[in-house]
């Protein structure tokens, strides 16, 4: 597999193109529409919280709700830090670039696991390694699902960090 250094992101996740990762394997709602290739790929391990609260639809009933992320993104193939997630959802890598996004699907994962997901991105802001990158995909992910303790009127407004990882796959038009 060769390995592609872009000039302008000195810390930037590493590029790897090989045509078996431009083809990920992956459920057809979260794959990323024709002409976008695979620019970058970087795993996310971190804590996401959730937040105990009234059911909007019913305040006597109680649940936990997501509330934002809070990862380090980190190059598998040298294991430096490469860049970190949090709410917005937002991707800032080390060069200072970042971005946002919307998510466009998702799709259940194995029991335990927060599910696949597709963003399309808002164009970065900065330039650097996130420049020019228009989906994300999340895929391979480990943990990360809403507490299992007891979430009650007595919990309400209890926050709860779960431990989580995931792979994010950066691509390009």
Known sequence: MRKFFPVFAVPAVLLSL???AQT???PEPVRVPSGHTMAMKAL???ELTYECKARAADATAFEWVFVGPVAKLTDTATNREVGKYYAGPTWESTDGSKITGKQVA???AAAGNIPLQLVKTDPAMGSGALAGI???QRVNTRGGVAPAD???A???????QVPYQAEY???RM
Do not use: H, L, Q, R
């Open 24 to 26: 990920m394997d992956v």
């Open 134 to 136: 228009t989906y994300i």
């Open 44 to 46: 996310g391990v971190g």
């Open 18 to 20: 090989s045509a078996a």
């Open 154 to 160: 007595t919990s309400a407004g209890m926050k709860k």
């Open 106 to 108: 998702i799709v259940p």
């Open 150 to 152: 007891p979430c009650a």
């Open 169 to 171: 796959v950066f691509y």
